[in-house]
């Protein structure tokens, strides 16, 4: 199933009468997943550009940086990972 048909399911069942549960279920695992991902998207940016511009001006401490910048992207990753759960929980949970 694309794409094309998830959304053209969505405009069937809105059109025959009201949002049925299925197509709702679409919808919030789609801005469970879309929005859950934005936060860490620009989180990864932001450590990832920090940490490099800080191994840029201290090459003596790259491998603490590394260390703690591994260790971040971590936690902004399990967000995304949260928001995956959710979006799954959302579309096969009766």
């Known amino acids: 199933m694309n794409h094309i048909d998830i959304l053209s399911f969505i405009l069937l069942q809105t059109t025959d009468g009201g949002l049925s549960k299925d197509a709702a279920k679409l919808i919030g695992a789609g801005l469970a997943i879309g929005l859950g991902g934005i936060g860490p998207g620009i989180g990864l940016g932001i450590g ?47």
């Open 48 to 94: 990832t550009f920090g940490a490099v511009q800080a191994a840029g001006r201290n090459p003596d401490a790259v491998g603490d940086i590394r260390q703690l910048m591994i260790l971040g992207l971590g936690l902004a990753e399990a967000v995304a990972i949260y928001a995956l759960v959710v979006a799954l929980i959302i579309l096969f949970a009766s």
